[in-house]
């Protein structure tokens, strides 16, 4: 057991360029979790999959970001012509997907976006 | 929606004294489940202490508890002989029941620093 595995840990970019982040969760884990969390904040919520089946997005989740979870291993976050609001640290997490609720979610080290 | 608040940003403690980290919340559900994060600097987020809302009986993990005060929605952290390798942000969280909700609602976090 690995843990959960982010790529990259830090990403400058300008503003209006595309990034794309990668998540690895924990070896057979069927629930992966993205959040961002900016400066002085707890983590928000942004979308989670069961296997590959992307079924919760929050409102925050704009029509410039994008996930996908294709063979429901690997996640991908973009983010489509990037605004400085964006900056903020991207957390993935993934949980075994057996039991809603108390499950224990599982958190990777984060991707911190900077855009100038 | 359920909301968390963490209504002290900061705090301190000497090094094996006691300490209390206090988090309210607010929601309609009457079945939900309650988190303690623990994010050291630079570090990843990790489960400090978990909480199921039907059980009356106060978690506890070694030098974690809490006290659990579903009446007042009221999810505080007591940390016992304080170490210093407590220090670190503490985020408490919410969680809805099986069939509701997969996401984490989080606190601002608090600041725990741990004087030698």
């Known amino acids: 057991d690995t843990g959960v595995s982010q790529d990259p840990r830090h990403k400058i970019t300008k503003r209006g360029q595309n990034v794309t982040f990668r998540c690895d969760p924990i070896s057979e884990h069927n629930r992966l979790y993205w959040y961002r969390q900016t400066l002085g904040q707890g983590p928000e919520f942004l979308t989670y999959f069961q296997n590959e089946a992307q079924l919760e997005k929050s409102r925050l989740l704009s029509d410039r970001f994008s996930a996908e979870r294709p063979k429901g291993s690997f996640s991908t976050l973009e983010i489509q012509r990037t605004e400085q609001g964006d900056s903020a640290m991207y957390l993935c997490?993934?949980?075994?997907?057996?039991?809603?609720?108390?499950?224990?979610?599982?958190f990777g080290p984060g991707t911190r976006l900077l855009v100038l | 929606a359920q909301t968390v608040t963490q209504s002290q940003p900061e705090m301190s403690v000497q090094e094996a004294e006691t300490v209390t980290l206090s988090c309210t919340y607010d929601?309609?559900?009457?079945?939900?489940?309650l988190f303690w994060y623990k994010q050291p600097p630079s570090r990843q987020m990790i489960l400090v202490i978990r909480?199921?809302?039907?059980?009356?009986q106060n978690a506890t993990e070694n030098r974690f508890s809490v006290n659990f005060q579903k009446a007042a929605k009221s999810f505080s952290l007591k940390i016992s002989d304080s170490q210093l390798g407590d220090a670190a942000m503490y985020f408490c969280?919410?969680?809805?029941?099986?069939?509701?909700?997969?996401?984490?609602?989080f606190g601002k976090g608090m600041k725990l620093t741990v004087n030698p």
């Open positions: 997490a993934s949980s075994p997907g057996q039991v809603s609720g108390k499950e224990t979610q599982y």
């Open positions: 969280a919410y969680r809805s029941p099986q069939g509701g909700s997969e996401k984490l609602v």
């Open positions: 929601t309609s559900e009457s079945d939900y489940y």
């Open positions: 909480q199921e809302a039907y059980k009356q």
